[in-house]
């Protein structure tokens, strides 16, 4: 069966320090991979998206960015952090023929 | 106005109720369309798919009016475990997007 896993769980960064969340997914081969934000009271966002290896569609501009280095494993970063990348950021793996996508536990980061 | 709109509640009920959500959706292409249900400080879950004919899975049914372009999710005999945020989500037609409603919470009281 496939699971996907993120890390860290919690983070708490200070503004203007860099980012790396990372996102795995094992059972499956050549997934979509999704970054969404939910911040506090809010619906799901979408960042990014990637149909294969290097490949990345960015749908929200802002200072966050994204990676693919590897079939199963997807890295969301930044240079520098604002107060406003607070939030809680889960990956998201799609089911090939099926538009059903099936989340990580997400990792909830507060900007202090 | 929204893609996905939801009222986002809360519905206070009773167990053993039952209780109803709507979900209406801006673009008349959308293909596919889902429940997931999320509890608090957890990563969304899907719930069901919901198809054109209707689909029922346990206590919970699910229905599709196109003409209209709404959804609706139908939970019979709640339970405590029920308490959570039911989040309609929606495939507009574009690729392979999925659109959140901003979700509905349920609390559900003994």
């Known amino acids: 069966s496939q699971t996907i896993h993120q890390w860290p769980a919690t983070l708490v960064q200070p503004v203007g320090s860099p980012l790396s969340l990372e996102c795995t997914v094992e059972?499956?081969?050549?997934?979509?991979l999704y970054w969404y934000r939910q911040a506090a009271g809010r619906g799901l966002q979408l960042l990014f998206y990637?149909?294969?290896?290097?490949?990345i569609s960015s749908e929200v501009p802002q200072n966050l960015s994204a990676s693919r280095p590897q079939d199963r494993q997807f890295i969301l970063s930044s240079k520098k952090l604002l107060l406003s990348d607070s939030g809680f950021y889960l990956c998201?793996?799609?089911?090939?023929?099926?538009?059903?996508?099936?989340f990580g536990p997400g990792t909830r980061l507060t900007v202090t | 106005r929204k893609e996905v709109e939801q009222d986002p509640g809360p519905f206070n009920v009773p167990e053993g109720a039952t209780v109803a959500f709507n979900c209406t959706y801006s673009?008349?292409?959308?293909?596919?369309f889902f429940w997931y249900r999320q509890d608090c400080r957890k990563e969304p879950k899907l719930l069901m798919s919901v198809y054109s004919s209707g689909n029922e899975d346990g206590r919970f049914t699910a229905q599709l009016n196109r003409a209209s372009q709404y959804i609706s999710l139908l939970i019979r005999d709640s339970k405590l475990s029920d308490s959570a945020t039911y989040l309609c989500v929606v495939n507009m037609g574009a690729g392979n997007m999925l659109t959140f409603g901003g979700g509905t919470r349920l609390m559900v009281k003994p």
């Open positions: 990637s149909v294969g290896i290097g490949q």
């Open positions: 998201a793996w799609r089911v090939h023929l099926s538009y059903e996508q099936y």
């Open positions: 059972g499956t081969s050549n997934p979509n």
């Open positions: 673009n008349s292409a959308s293909q596919s």
